[in-house]
């Protein structure tokens, strides 16, 4: 089934260690997004790729960085992880821009120490 | 710009009841609009959308959403809920957009459903 596959699921790092999230899928859409999501509240939008254009929100921290080495793949990368950075980090892709549904992964979950 | 709420933060049904979540959203033109579920520890599962047409829409699991121009809603329904409908509910629109080329979807700050025995 063609799908968005995050991994890990599951991501525990030390403060201030680089960490990277990995996000894959078999869709082929062009578009794919970066979301966080703390506890108890709604996702997020960090940035976006539409195909190789990069976009990033306004309030989103210069800690955070995002790779997309292909259309299948996106990373996203922590440079200094604090305590605040603690959350679900969920990857969606659309097919393109406008008004497209969004199909969410499963998320990845970083714990920091 | 948009924005939903969600005015129930946690809802508890009984099993077998019937179901009705509430979103309103704030859009100056046709909004589109989605109900996500996501269960503890998962990412979000699409429900239902609406983009135009008929405006009571079907989605998996038999849920139902009526959008209603008139009072700005696009409530969730379901007639009978299941123990393992038990999740986190949100309702999204997407508008204009934010950055870049690609249009936001903007979230609801979700509603928690717990379903007794």
């Known amino acids: 089934d063609a799908m968005v596959i995050q991994n890990p699921r599951y991501q525990v790092t030390q403060f201030g260690k680089p960490v990277t999230l990995s996000c894959s899928q078999t869709?082929?859409?062009?578009?794919m997004y970066w979301y966080q999501q703390k506890s108890s509240q709604a996702p997020k939008l960090l940035f976006h790729?539409?195909?190789?254009?990069?976009?990033n929100e306004a309030d989103t921290p210069d800690n955070f960085q995002s790779r997309r080495p292909n259309t299948s793949f996106c990373f996203l990368d922590i440079r200094s992880p604090g305590l605040g950075d603690a959350a679900m980090y969920l990857c969606?892709?659309?097919?393109?821009?406008?008004?497209?549904?969004?199909?969410f992964g499963p998320g990845t979950r970083l714990l920091v120490l | 710009a948009q924005s939903v709420t969600q005015p129930d933060i946690h809802i508890t049904v009984s099993e077998g009841a019937s179901l009705e979540l509430r979103c309103n959203y704030s859009?100056?033109?046709?909004?589109?609009l989605f109900w996500y579920v996501q269960s503890p520890g998962q990412g979000l599962q699409l429900l239902l959308k609406?983009?135009?047409?008929?405006?009571l829409v079907q989605g998996i699991k038999g849920f139902e959403a009526e959008f209603k121009r008139s009072q700005s809603s696009f409530n969730l329904r379901k007639p009978s809920v299941h123990w393992s409908d038990a999740a986190e509910y949100f309702c999204a629109v997407v508008g204009k957009i934010s950055s870049g080329s690609a249009r936001q979807l903007t979230f609801g700050s979700g509603t928690q459903l717990t379903v007794l025995p």
């Open positions: 609406y983009f135009s047409g008929d405006t």
């Open positions: 869709l082929n859409h062009n578009v």
């Open positions: 859009y100056g033109a046709t909004p589109y």
């Open positions: 790729y539409y195909d190789k254009d990069f976009n």
């Open positions: 969606a892709t659309s097919r393109a821009k406008g008004r497209e549904t969004q199909y």
